[in-house]
C-alpha cells in the first residue's frame, strides 16, 4: 500500500486567496483525521471523519475552513479566503476500528506544507 | 483541562550515549498512551502503544513504559539515524481526539 497519499506538498499563496488541500487514506481504513501542526501549538486536530460522516468539527478554527469526504478514498480539507496565520503543516491521517476511534493508530500522510503571504 | 507535557523540549546525545524521554499526562481514564516518531518534513510515524501502568514495548534501541501518570521512551545505545522528533500522545477524557505532547526533538551525534 502506498501509504497516506496528500497534494499538494507544498503551497504558496496569498491572503485572501482560497486553498485546497487533498486526502487519500490507506484502503480500507475507515476514519480519517486532518491535522494542523506549527511550532508554537504542535499538532492539533481539525476534524475527523468515519465512515466518511464528519464526527468532530470542534478543532476547526473558523468558518473559513471546510472539510469533506465525498467517498471512502477521497477528502479535502478547504480554506477560503486565506490568510497568513493559516501557514502551517496540515496532515491527513487514517485509521482502522470502530467510532470514536482513537485507541487505535494513526497512519499519517507526509504533510501539505502551506504559506500564506 | 487535558494536557500532554514531553520533557525535554531537545536532547543531544553521542552514539552510544543512552538516555529517557518523559511523557507526562492529565487526562482522566487512560485510555492507551501513543508514541511517535517524526523525522523533518515528514509526518509522524508509528512506533508504540501502551494501554496499562506497567506496560512496556521494545523495538530495537527504544523500550517505552508507562506509570498512572507518564511514560517514558528509553534510548539505549542510540545511534545517529535515531535522531528525530518523537511525539507522544493520548485520547482526551471525553474521547473525542488525540492530545499531543509538543515534543522532544532527538540529536545523536557520531
Known amino acids: 500500500d502506498a501509504g497516506v497519499i496528500q497534494s499538494p506538498r507544498h503551497e504558496v499563496t496569498e491572503m485572501g486567496q482560497e486553498v485546497t488541500l487533498r486526502c487519500k487514506p490507506i484502503s480500507g481504513h475507515n476514519s480519517l483525521f486532518w491535522y494542523r501542526q506549527t511550532m508554537m501549538r504542535g499538532l492539533e486536530l481539525l476534524i475527523y471523519?468515519?465512515?466518511?460522516?464528519?464526527?468532530?468539527d470542534s478543532g476547526m478554527p473558523e468558518d473559513r475552513f471546510s472539510a469533506k469526504m465525498p467517498n471512502a478514498s477521497f477528502s479535502t480539507l478547504k480554506i477560503q479566503p486565506s490568510e497568513p496565520r493559516d501557514s502551517a503543516v496540515y496532515f491527513c491521517?487514517?485509521?482502522?476500528?470502530?467510532?470514536?476511534?482513537?485507541?487505535?493508530?494513526?497512519?499519517f500522510g507526509p504533510g501539505t506544507r502551506l504559506t500564506v503571504l | 483541562e487535558d494536557q500532554v507535557t514531553q520533557s525535554p523540549e531537545a536532547l543531544r546525545l553521542q552514539e552510544g550515549e543512552s538516555s529517557s524521554l518523559n511523557c507526562s499526562y492529565t487526562?482522566?481514564?487512560?485510555?492507551?498512551l501513543f508514541w511517535y516518531r517524526q523525522d523533518p518534513g515528514k509526518g509522524p510515524e508509528f512506533l508504540f502503544t501502551?494501554?496499562?501502568a506497567g506496560e512496556e514495548k521494545e523495538k530495537e534501541r527504544l523500550k517505552a513504559t508507562l506509570t498512572k501518570k507518564e511514560s517514558f521512551l528509553h534510548i539505549t545505545a542510540p545511534k545517529p539515524e535515531d535522531s528525530a522528533t518523537y511525539l507522544c500522545a493520548v485520547p482526551n477524557t471525553g474521547f473525542q481526539k488525540l492530545v499531543f505532547g509538543t515534543g522532544t526533538r532527538l540529536l545523536v551525534s557520531p
Open positions: 471523519f468515519n465512515n466518511n460522516v464528519p464526527i468532530d
Open positions: 487526562v482522566s481514564g487512560l485510555r492507551g
Open positions: 501502551l494501554y496499562s
Open positions: 491521517a487514517s485509521s482502522s476500528g470502530l467510532a470514536p476511534n482513537f485507541g487505535n493508530e494513526q497512519f
